[in-house]
């Protein structure tokens, strides 16, 4: 089982809907998916077709056991688990990633973790083989942002693999490219990829959908299918 855990630098940043593309261009390449919502927003069913009016999800039960019955599967075949409609605390969300790694699934199985982005990653137990995805946008919070996580990395015993990956880039935006070549000559652990602004990514949403099914030759759909490659490259030099 190869896991990846996706979260924001800070809020808004579209972790989720990363989340919820990347799933789908997993399954476009028949790898095996599951799509695990962590996030107390309970959003990556607005993006898989889960009906608006479900509500409930993995929160709403006392313990992972008794909520795998809230596991769906989209028309891309990718399996994804809701968060539900409670708050709960780190200890719950420990609980379920655990439970999740002790599912029946076949060791080649891809997990995505759509993760909120006030979590401390230090709170959980990551292995060398979990990468770590925190998504940031070309703006000068991010830009600060990105320094401080750096300087809490170097101090903490980090197991994980950790990339920052650049979402929303626009490239007809003098800052944003000006920023984003900082990064790339200065940053470590700077994704060697990033996601470029497409509207078909808002457009899809509208429809219950992903990029990636919506518009199979968009700039999006290149993008999503070149992370999922990239992190296939990863995962096989960790075999």
Request: charge should be negative; aromatic fraction near 10%.
């Amino acid at each position: 089982m190869k896991r990846v855990f996706l979260k924001g630098i800070k809020g808004g940043t579209g972790s989720t809907s990363v989340a919820a593309n990347l799933a789908c261009a997993f399954r476009k390449s028949n790898e095996d998916i599951l799509l695990i919502d962590l996030d107390p927003k309970s959003d990556v069913g607005l993006h898989l077709g889960l009906p608006w009016q479900h509500n409930s999800g993995w929160s709403n039960f006392p313990n992972f056991e008794s909520a795998i019955e809230e596991f769906f599967t989209d028309n891309d075949g990718v399996i994804f688990l809701p968060y539900g409609s409670n708050s709960l605390g780190i200890k719950r969300l420990q609980e379920t990633i655990a439970g999740v790694s002790n599912l029946k699934t076949s060791q080649s199985a891809w997990v995505i973790f759509d993760c909120p982005n006030y979590i401390d990653l230090n709170d959980f137990s990551f292995t060398e083989q979990d990468i770590v995805l925190e998504v940031i946008n070309c703006d000068a919070i991010c830009h600060s942002l990105v320094y401080k996580r750096l300087v809490s990395l170097n101090q903490a015993t980090k197991d994980w693999q950790h990339y920052f990956l650049v979402n929303k880039y626009n490239s007809a935006s003098e800052l944003e490219s000006d920023l984003l070549q900082v990064w790339q000559s200065e940053t470590p652990l700077l994704a060697p990829i990033h996601i470029n602004k497409d509207e078909v990514i808002k457009e899809s949403t509208a429809f219950k959908n992903v990029a990636v099914n919506c518009a199979p030759y968009s700039v999006a759909y290149d993008d999503f299918e070149t992370l999922a490659g990239w992190l296939v490259s990863k995962a096989s030099k960790n075999d």
